[in-house]
């Protein structure tokens, strides 16, 4: 158990919907990282934010936005939903902003849209 | 080009062998991280490096900054070692994580 935690598990939608998956960071840790892995394209880095703040930015669609609120627990909102939108997303922390720190991976959410 | 690119793709070694994974990258980096998803899909970080060599019971992995190269050996593997494993770097200057496409491991009884 890496302490990171997720919710929901599994989520079925439809096209052109909008869902949020959530994350609590490890006790501690103020950075959070969302990251997308798809069958075709494999893991990619979404968005880092640290103490509330957005500190970096990946292959984010802007159909997709993300936050920190003060207690540290990320959302990840995902709208206009399509076919290809479908992945497992993970997020992962770690208590400080450098790129040199281990980063401790949440179960993941697995999202299907139909 | 993938900026990460590992071999081999997929790998299958009989129980006790020796097995090593490669990862090159073209990016200058502050750190590579190696990876483990098992097949119900959660994400274990087993090593963190900038230079040098770490180990971690049977799992070594090293890295040559000036070769822009890694590697993750295992020694006597065991059919729990069967898993994908996935080579990132990240970037100098840079809080993103670049990852390659993964090696999938099967050991075998």
Not at chain 1, 65 to 77: I, R, T, V, Y
Request: hydrophobic share 30%; proline share 4%.
């Amino acid at each position: 158990d890496s302490g990171v935690t997720q919710t929901p598990k599994h989520l079925i939608t439809a096209t052109g919907q909008r869902v949020t998956l959530r994350c609590s960071p490890r006790s501690g840790d103020l950075s959070v990282y969302w990251y997308q892995q798809s069958l075709d394209q494999g893991l990619q880095f979404l968005i880092q934010y640290y103490n509330g703040e957005e500190r970096a930015k990946g292959n984010i669609l802007e159909r997709f936005s993300a936050q920190q609120f003060p207690d540290l627990h990320s959302e990840l909102n995902l709208s206009s939903l399509e076919l290809g939108d479908s992945a497992l997303y993970f997020c992962a922390s770690s208590e400080g902003l450098a790129g040199e720190e281990t980063q401790y991976f949440g179960p993941g959410t697995r999202l299907l849209v139909l | 080009k993938n900026e990460v690119e590992q071999s081999p793709q997929n790998l299958t070694a009989q129980e006790g062998e020796f097995i090593t994974i490669n990862c090159s990258y073209s990016v200058g980096i502050s750190a590579l991280h190696w990876l483990q998803q098992h097949p119900g899909g959660g994400i274990v970080s087993l090593f963190m490096l900038s230079s040098g060599k770490k180990k971690h019971g049977r799992l070594i992995a090293t890295i040559n900054i000036q070769e822009k190269h890694s590697s993750l050996h295992i020694t006597a593997s065991h059919p729990r070692d069967s898993a994908v494993y996935i080579c990132a770097v990240s970037p100098y200057n840079n809080n993103d994580m670049r990852f390659g496409a993964g090696t999938r491991l099967t050991v075998k009884p």
